[in-house]
């Protein structure tokens, strides 16, 4: 079968369509600039509601917005934010927006990483599972709900629910739970439950699977070749579970190709012939998702400004496909950055309304979405937050955030998550060590390991350097001053907004590839061994490469995570300093020196 995506000739609009459809709609508002220069892309973060987009709001009654780090600024900043997208809803009689964040934990979290409970990720829960079951995935679901909502968000796209069988994935990794299907499903329902158990309506992705890709469907189309047992057993198993047992707010598609459970083929825009990805597929999101599998909350698709959709299909083609293959919400079909991009949008609103009335979509399925979409806002009670005055709602916010449990739970999630693979012998640190290399992925890691040892072995003598910024020449050279090398690596590689500035955002067009780095590493590593020096090495990351640096390490630790946190300070002699500390190299250190045992599982298989 081969699907058209070209668009048919328009007709009167229905003035009545209009609100259904734009309910099914959700914006990001990342940045808005005004039109003097539309020769400059806009890049002003949107951390106040300018009137255009108010009236946007008012006039069009979409369904939700999403908010990104950009947005967000600290605890008064966002509820005043957050307080004035829903007043713009209110005022003209809408529904209370949906009001959705990121917030997975570990790698993936969007509130300032001084304001909210960040946690160490699903793989670092993972590591947990062995010995504390489902412990850190209900109390982080508890904990980030309870943030999250003192903030005035009601939707979290999160868990991700994915199954990391490929080593390779570039995109999921330790954003997953591990590589067993009934850890994951059990690990993500309680996380979900957790939840929206607090009130905040959770989001399962990516339906039905992204654990076995190596393509990042923001930049490409990844297919999954699984055959029926292995999609049921494995891709579909977290869905399935939680489904059964729970009832989930929301489930996000995957943009990927799954040709055992669709291999219906379309026309792109560019002329080519393409297998439909999840989020166009009927098959798998109607046939699948909503009737065999009998989930009843919301299907939301991933962003559909990613390169797995945009390339393929124009924006109004792109939401009338997906809402004919039964999504429920459109995530990002238009991108709106100046008041004249507005008009774009209440003409998708026109042309998707046109596309219902000429049949091309459903019209009985398009209100029986509607309502599905009015009944999870009215469960969930998403205007109930906006009776609280402004003012004691950021009272209260500031207290949920500031809490002291939150931090510990944080804590102890990181202490839990260490996993030892190998120590011959060399851990904990005595006293045959004095001086010691640290060799970093960056300055920030350096300045956060070297913090958190000296606080624990404040006689030790330690150097650091940063592998973006430090030759390997120049480490081995200082090897003969040492005692012991421990270097650290996180694979895949931090995109430019994860590293931490300084010399290696400045200098990241110099920066030596992820291959030349490991390269340097081991050379280091077998060169000091040679030398007699103590190694070990640290996975801040997927531990899949630990494997290269077992005959080179003497002891080898997955920690899943590597998240800091930046704080400034004047000390007694009025310099200005800065450092960098988090959980995780609390926890790192504290089995370093000997404080705690390693306690976690791998729960990936590394060979």
Same mark, same amino acid.
């Given at each position: ?9 328009? %007709?009167?609009v ?25 020769e400059?892309?806009?890049r ?6 300018p ?14 917005v ?15 934010l ?6 713009a ?10 009001i ?8 993936v ?8 409970t ?16 489902d412990?850190?995935?209900?109390? @982080? ?16 796209f ?8 490929n ?8 954003? @997953? ?15 979900m ?10 989001t ?11 393509v990042?469907?923001? %930049? ?7 055959d ?20 989930p ?5 995957a ?5 055992q459970?669709?291999n219906?083929?379309?026309m792109?825009?560019?002329g080519?012939t ?10 798998i999101?109607?046939d ?11 299907i ?26 039964g999504a ?24 998707? %309304? ?23 806002k ?7 937050p ?25 804590q102890q ?10 120590n011959s ?22 300045m956060?390991?070297t ?6 072995l404040?006689?030790?003598? *330690?150097?650091?350097?940063?592998v973006a ?10 090897? !003969? ?7 650290? !690596? ?13 010399? !290696? ?6 920066r @030596? ?24 090495? *640290? ?48 926890a ?5 020196s ?14």
């Amino acid at each position: 079968m081969l699907l058209s995506a070209s668009c048919a000739v328009k %007709t009167k609009v229905d003035p009545i369509l209009n609100p259904i459809v734009a309910q099914k709609l959700m914006l990001d508002l990342r940045y808005f600039c005004d039109d003097a220069d539309l020769e400059k892309t806009c890049r002003t973060p949107v951390t106040k509601l300018p009137q255009p987009l108010a009236d946007m709001i008012s006039d069009t009654g979409i369904g939700g917005v999403i908010l990104f780090a950009e947005n967000l600024q600290n605890t008064r900043q966002i509820l005043t934010l957050n307080y004035a997208l829903q007043q713009a809803a209110k005022r003209a009689g809408h529904l209370p927006l949906f009001i959705a964040i990121d917030q997975e934990g570990g790698r993936v979290v969007r509130l300032p990483q001084n304001l909210g409970t960040s946690f160490a990720g699903n793989m670092a829960i993972g590591a947990t599972f062995a010995k504390h079951g489902d412990k850190f995935a209900r109390e @982080s679901g508890e904990i980030m709900a309870k943030e999250l909502m003192s903030l005035g968000f009601n939707v979290n796209f999160a868990p991700t629910v994915d199954v990391n069988v490929n080593p390779l994935n570039p995109v999921i990794n330790v954003r @997953s739970y591990g590589e067993d299907a009934n850890i994951v499903a059990q690990l993500g329902t309680a996380q979900m439950a957790a939840m929206q158990h607090q009130g905040m309506i959770a989001t399962l992705k990516h339906f039905p699977g992204h654990g076995d890709t190596s393509v990042d469907s923001h %930049t490409g189309l990844p297919r999954v070749d699984h055959d029926l047992q292995q999609i049921e057993a494995v891709d579909l198993k977290p869905f399935s579970y939680a489904i059964d047992r729970d009832a989930p707010g929301m489930i996000m598609t995957a943009h990927i190709q799954y040709p055992q459970l669709d291999n219906t083929e379309f026309m792109a825009k560019d002329g080519n012939t393409v297998i439909l990805p999840a989020t166009m597929s009927r098959k798998i999101l109607t046939d699948l998702l909503r009737d065999k599998m009998e989930f009843k909350g919301l299907i939301v698709t991933d962003a559909l400004n990613m390169a797995g959709i945009a390339h393929y299909f124009d924006q109004t083609e792109a939401v009338v496909q997906t809402f004919s293959a039964g999504a429920d919400i459109a995530l990002m079909p238009i991108t709106i950055r100046r008041p004249s991009d507005i008009a774009n949008l209440k003409q998708l609103i026109s042309d998707v %309304t046109n596309a219902v009335q000429q049949g091309r979509l459903n019209r009985k399925e398009i209100d029986v979405s509607a309502q599905r979409i009015a009944a999870l806002k009215a469960s969930y009670q998403l205007s109930k937050p906006q009776t609280l005055p402004i003012d004691q709602a950021i009272v209260s916010a500031q207290a949920t955030l500031d809490s002291l449990a939150h931090k510990m739970v944080e804590q102890q999630l990181a202490n839990s998550a260490i996993v030892m693979i190998k120590n011959s012998g060399v851990l904990p640190l005595d006293n045959s060590v004095t001086n010691l290399l640290l060799v970093m992925p960056d300055t920030t890691k350096c300045m956060g390991l070297t913090l958190a040892l000296k606080n624990r072995l404040p006689t030790l003598n *330690i150097k650091c350097n940063s592998v973006a910024s430090v030759d390997a020449d120049v480490n081995l050279l200082a090897l !003969d001053q040492v005692d012991m090398v421990i270097t650290a !690596d996180i694979t895949p590689d931090q995109s430019l907004a994860e590293l931490g500035g300084m010399d !290696d955002i400045q200098h990241r067009r110099e920066r @030596s590839t992820k291959q030349q780095q490991i390269s340097q590493q081991l050379r280091m590593l077998e060169a000091a061994q040679q030398l007699g020096k103590k190694t070990l090495f *640290i996975s801040l990351r997927t531990p899949y490469n630990s494997r290269l640096f077992a005959p080179y390490a003497d002891a080898i630790l997955a920690s899943f995570a590597y998240r800091l946190t930046k704080s400034e300070y004047m000390d007694d002699s009025g310099r200005s300093i800065t450092q960098y500390d988090g959980p995780i190299f609390n926890a790192l250190a504290d089995v370093i020196s000997g404080r705690i045992q390693a306690q976690g599982s791998l729960p990936v298989t590394v060979q």
